[in-house]
């Protein structure tokens, strides 16, 4: 009897994994650590730092150990999806391929061109509208709202799939072990030491249990979503949304839960809200595929050629990733993404604009410096929000003026200070460019408006 290959490169967890309950005969699970998206780099920005890949390990690994719990190999390949699955087809003879149906374009190609190679059905692991609330692409709004009002008075997320997994029919431990020693070595190589990831399936459940549950941070989430660090603020989902280690189904029949039994508020209903953009951006990908990756994204021309800086923008993008523009609200920000992985949505809003707008560099170059950083990367959610501040996506753009902004959401400098602890300015005044740079028109008004700490009201 022939193999099927079931891929789980986008769902490495246990719950909710419908993957793992396929009733198809004798099956090996597989997974493809991408060598591209890990090791290239695109623009001249490498694609993943150490970070980004040591988690990936970590949750591979998880995973590998999870099934081999329950007696369940897993064969990890590390190199070119497409290549590495026909390889395994013609080892097996496979002649069926399940996966769960990526969002982004090169993954979603990679398994179209197998087609002619083995049977491959796609399903839909990982977002909200799944089965029959799939959207018709065509006639799918392109910006938000309408997208909203359209889905949400349908949206009856299905529950999440309860089946237990049957240890029968997989192929083992020792058949798969034979052919993961590229990854074993790889993860000698490159394994974190502290091993500290809040996305792994495991602390994603708890912690996200916590939030809703035990703290119930979720109550004020409307009111502190939009502040720049700290803990529970927001609900950190995004890490382990992105990785497939966490079940966006199940993160939203825990609220939908805690919404029966404990309360229904506006912040319950935000972050559901916010689940939406999501979604929206997960489906506006699926519409218009690689044009995301050309310049005007999916307005005007398609220009995939590589963005053009001249010595001086070269100059402000560097100085961007480097957390040193000379702009506290802009540096505080970008060190604390260098330095955790992570930055809040104002943030990330802000430091785009700025780029941007302010400092004239392709939107693109921004958004591969965030891919090669964030542990939540996720390639919907990142490029299509990349586009949408640059006016290249789903809305005219959106400049931010960022001294205003830093005044509202760090009025008295408590976040600049602590990320940048070498302005020593009190009060607002931390929010003062350094003389080196020019600040726009725009900014002037708002300029004189910091104060030193004994003055602000
Ligand atoms: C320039 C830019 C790049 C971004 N890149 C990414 C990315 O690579 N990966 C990523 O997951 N999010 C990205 N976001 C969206 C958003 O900033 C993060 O999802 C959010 O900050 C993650 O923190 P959280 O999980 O605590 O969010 P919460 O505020 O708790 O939100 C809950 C969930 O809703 C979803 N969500 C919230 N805001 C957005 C949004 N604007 N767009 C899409 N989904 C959203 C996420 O899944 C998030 O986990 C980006 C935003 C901007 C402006």
């Not at 790889?186 to 035990?214: G, M």
């Not at 001294?403 to 009190?426: C, N, W």
Request: positive net charge; aromatic residues 12%.
């Amino acid at each position: 009897m022939s193999l099927n290959i079931i891929l789980l490169n986008e769902t490495l967890r246990w719950h909710d994994n419908p993957l793992l309950q396929l009733e198809v005969g004798p099956k090996v699970a597989v997974l493809v650590l991408d060598e591209k998206a890990f090791f290239a780099s695109q623009y001249g920005v490498a694609r993943a730092n150490l970070r980004r890949l040591q988690q990936q390990l970590e949750a591979i690994a998880a995973l590998k150990r999870q099934l081999a719990s329950q007696h369940i190999g897993l064969i990890v390949c590390v190199g070119n999806i497409k290549e590495c699955i026909r390889r395994l087809q013609q080892q097996f003879g496979a002649t069926s391929l399940y996966a769960a149906e990526p969002v982004g374009f090169n993954e979603y190609s990679a398994l179209q061109q197998l087609k002619p190679y083995l049977s491959v059905t796609l399903l839909d692991c990982n977002s909200l509208l799944g089965d029959g609330l799939r959207p018709q692409l065509d006639s799918l709004p392109n910006t938000f709202t309408p997208f909203r009002k359209q889905r949400e008075p349908l949206l009856e997320v299905s529950a999440p799939s309860d089946h237990s997994v049957s240890s029968s029919a997989w192929l083992s431990i020792a058949q798969c072990e034979v052919f993961n020693h590229p990854f074993n070595q790889l993860y000698h190589q490159y394994a974190a030491t502290d091993k500290n990831f809040s996305a792994l399936e495991q602390s994603a459940t708890t912690l996200f249990t916590q939030y809703i549950w035990q703290q119930q941070h979720v109550r004020h989430y409307k009111e502190t979503r939009n502040q720049l660090y700290g803990e529970h603020y927001a609900s950190f989902l995004s890490a382990p949304l992105a990785l497939g280690t966490l079940s966006v189904r199940w993160a939203w029949q825990q609220i939908i839960a805690f919404e029966h039994s404990v309360t229904a508020n506006d912040s319950t209903y935000w972050l559901k809200f916010e689940l939406l953009w999501r979604e929206f951006f997960r489906w506006q990908f699926r519409k218009y595929g690689a044009r995301w990756f050309s310049k005007g994204a999916i307005k005007g021309a398609i220009d995939f050629n590589k963005p053009k800086l001249n010595a001086a923008q070269l100059k402000r993008f560097e100085n961007w990733c480097q957390a040193s523009t000379g702009v506290p609200f802009i540096d505080a920000n970008m060190r604390l993404l260098n330095q955790t992985g992570l930055m809040s949505n104002r943030g990330r809003q802000n430091v785009a604009s700025f780029l941007v707008h302010d400092l004239g560099v392709d939107w693109r170059l921004g958004a591969a410096y965030f891919e090669q950083r964030l542990l939540d990367y996720d390639c919907a959610s990142n490029w299509g929000n990349w586009a949408y501040i640059a006016g290249s996506g789903n809305a005219a753009e959106r400049q931010f003026n960022v001294i205003k902004q830093a005044l509202h959401y760090d009025p008295d400098g408590s976040f600049v200070r602590a990320m940048l602890p070498e302005i020593t300015s009190s009060g607002s005044l931390v929010h003062q460019p350094s003389q080196q740079f020019q600040s726009p028109e725009h900014w002037h008004h708002w300029l004189a408006k910091l104060r030193p700490a004994s003055s602000t009201p």
